[in-house]
């Protein structure tokens, strides 16, 4: 069965510093994997998706993911946070037989973005 | 181009009582997806449905039950209604027919769903 582990709940940088956001995956077969992030009361928006033409996958706002295979780990960095990436970060993972699609979500990390 | 819509946005429904939410996906999108995502949790897949038919379902009860339309909007049904179901409800939309395995969702914002 496939399913990811978001290693921290809460994540608390400061303005300016780098972010990282760690993930674990389990999956029988090669994943899809995902990072959604959602704003307060917004729904969730696209960060950047793995599709194994690349281990490194660039996103949206500066954001990246390097897929680890020995690891199993699709963790999500920025060089740089912003006060505005404060959002609760999702990192997913499709479930691939058949052509069900569901999304498998993990429990979800916070990031806290001081001034 | 318009996204994912739903409605209503928020919804206060008493114990016992029935509920229907409504997705609108992107124009072109054929496949529609449910969540449910309880407070401080990650979402939780309800459905799936493709060209009209539930092509997936997750751990809920009979209560939830879904439909889609013709023009690939989708209904979502709570019956019985109970405080445990208060939550936020996604709906997502997905642009091929046959999902692959790298398709992303696009999400709605959501229709904020209170029992009490």
């Known amino acids: 069965a496939q399913s990811v582990t978001q290693l921290d709940s809460h994540v608390s940088v400061s303005e300016g510093t780098p972010v990282l956001l760690r993930c674990n995956y389990s999956s029988s077969y090669s994943p899809s994997l995902f990072w959604y992030v959602q704003h307060p009361n917004k729904g969730l928006q696209l960060l950047l998706k793995y599709t194994s033409a690349a281990t490194l996958v660039k996103g949206i706002n500066g954001f990246e993911a390097e897929f680890k295979k020995s690891e199993t780990s699709f963790h999500l960095t920025k060089p740089s946070a912003h006060m505005s990436d404060a959002a609760e970060y999702f990192c997913v993972v499709r479930h691939g037989s058949g052509n069900t699609g569901k999304l498998i979500f993990g429990q979800g990390t916070t990031l806290q973005v001081k001034p | 181009d318009a996204g994912v819509t739903q409605s209503p946005t928020h919804l206060i429904k008493t114990r016992g009582q029935h509920v229907t939410l409504r997705c609108s996906p992107i124009s072109g999108h054929k496949s529609v997806s449910w969540y449910q995502q309880v407070l401080g949790q990650g979402p939780q897949f309800i459905f799936q449905y493709y060209e009209k038919e539930e092509r997936g379902r997750g751990n809920f009860p009979d209560r939830f039950s879904a439909r889609q339309f013709p023009n690939y909007s989708s209904e979502l049904n709570v019956n019985a209604l109970l405080l445990g179901d208060s939550a936020l409800y996604l709906c997502?939309?997905?642009?091929?027919?046959?999902?692959?395995?790298?398709?992303?969702?696009?999400f709605g914002q959501g229709t904020r769903l209170t029992v009490v």
């Open positions: 997502a939309s997905s642009p091929q027919g046959v999902i692959r395995e790298n398709t992303e969702a696009f």
